[in-house]
T-cell receptor
Framework: GAVVSQHPSRVICKSGTSVKIECRSLDFQATTMFWYRQFPKQSLMLMAT?????????EQGVEKDKFLINHASLTLSTLTVTSAHPEDSSFYIC??????????????FGPGTRLTVL | EDQVTQSPEALRLQEGESSSLNCSYTVSGLRGLFWYRQDPGKGPEFLFTLYSAGEEKEKERLKATLTKKESFLHITAPKPEDSATYLC??????????????FGQGTRLTINP
């Protein structure tokens, strides 16, 4: 139980284009999802918290106009990187909170999306 | 400020050689402490959640324990497939973003056959 999927797993795009990443909770409903970014050999950095039906809460230093988050249903959140530039290249990982499988507040992570901007 | 420090940064063991990974934390009231395993190029895989000092949880060769200042992940008779980066994270009771996790830098574990 508590499986989270992400699509696509890998994307390469040209500078200036927008890229959308989907995060789905497959076997549970998630009122709260999270988006992280991870640089090589570093730990996870939280970008934003996404609550179903309301606006996302962004961490300090994260541009909300550049990283658009939509949590339209209890099983789907999307992250759109707008006007992507090479410095946006990174490993993006989503997670979803499930209070039942592993205990309250436990987050389950997707497999990640490798974004490369040329 | 809530902080998590993991040690050692990297650890190499021979197959069957037991050891422990440490996670020290400073938090304004602990809501939960979480252990994850991460393989290269993949998302973290959930291992354990601990909520109060004295709590212990086990899964196969792994056992997690919790005190008021730190958590240990004990690995008994590890196998090469246990090689991964192990991440520790805490959730603070009174943080402004109450649901967010604060991660340590991880311990990169290598088990040699």
């Amino acid at each position: 139980g508590a499986v989270v999927s992400q699509h696509p797993s890998r994307v390469i795009c040209k500078s200036g284009t927008s890229v959308k990443i989907e995060c789905r909770s497959l076997d549970f409903q998630a009122t709260t999802m999270f988006w992280y970014r991870q640089f090589p050999k570093q730990s996870l950095m939280l970008m934003a918290t996404s609550n179903e039906g309301s606006k996302a809460t962004y961490e300090q230093g994260v541009e909300k106009d550049k990283f658009l988050i939509n949590h339209a249903s209890l099983t789907l959140s999307t992250l759109t990187v707008t006007s992507a530039h090479p410095e946006d290249s990174s490993f993006y990982i989503c997670s979803a909170r499930d209070d039942y499988a592993g205990g309250p507040d436990t987050q389950y992570f997707g497999p990640g999306t490798r974004l490369t901007v040329l | 400020e809530d902080q998590v420090t993991q040690s050692p940064e990297a650890l190499r063991l021979q197959e069957g050689e037991s050891s422990s990974l440490n996670c020290s934390y400073t938090v304004s009231g602990l809501r939960g402490l979480f252990w994850y395993r991460q393989d290269p190029g993949k998302g973290p895989e959930f291992l354990f959640t601990l909520y109060s000092a004295g709590e212990e949880k086990e899964k196969e060769r792994l056992k997690a324990t919790l005190t008021k200042k730190e958590s240990f992940l004990h690995i008994t008779a590890p196998k090469p497939e246990d090689s991964a980066t192990y991440l520790c994270a805490v959730q603070a009771e009174f943080s402004p973003g109450a649901q967010k996790l604060v991660f340590g830098q991880g311990t990169r574990l290598t088990i040699n056959p």
